[in-house]
């Protein structure tokens, strides 16, 4: 069964950084990363793309250029975000998803169970 298990959420203050991770945990499969993002749904609003890396290339929503790195370790199975100078309206619950390629079921879309982060003085 294919999971994607986030962690790194938590409170910080105004300007502070966290990192969020999000591991694909596909037991004793091989596994292709084909697309991996960051999406985020704030109370009272729709969910929206934060980042978004795939072989074509990476893109921000425009709100977090400058501040926000995806990145991946496909080894480790493992997607981030690095989120810097982070704002009050960063706040939001924060959802990996991930299209997946395995060798038994093929390429599927996954999402996380999502991680609260909250900018706050």
């Known amino acids: 069964q294919v999971q994607l298990v986030e962690s790194g959420g938590g409170l910080v203050p105004p300007g502070g950084s966290l990192r969020l991770s999000c591991s694909c945990v596909?037991?004793?499969?091989?596994?292709?990363?084909?697309?991996a993002a960051w999406y985020r749904q704030a109370p009272g609003k729709e969910r929206e793309l934060v980042a978004r890396?795939?072989?074509?290339?990476?893109n921000y929503t425009d709100s977090v250029k400058g501040r926000f790195t995806i990145s991946r370790d496909n080894a480790k199975r493992t997607v981030y975000l690095q989120m810097n100078s982070l704002k009050p309206e960063d706040t939001a619950v924060y959802y990996c998803?991930?299209?997946?390629?395995?060798?038994?079921?093929?390429?599927?879309?996954?999402w996380g169970q999502g991680t609260q982060v909250t900018v706050s003085s």
């Open positions: 998803y991930a299209n997946l390629w395995t060798a038994s079921l093929g390429s599927r879309d996954y």
């Open positions: 890396t795939s072989r074509l290339g990476t």
């Open positions: 596909v037991p004793g499969s091989t596994l292709i990363i084909n697309i």
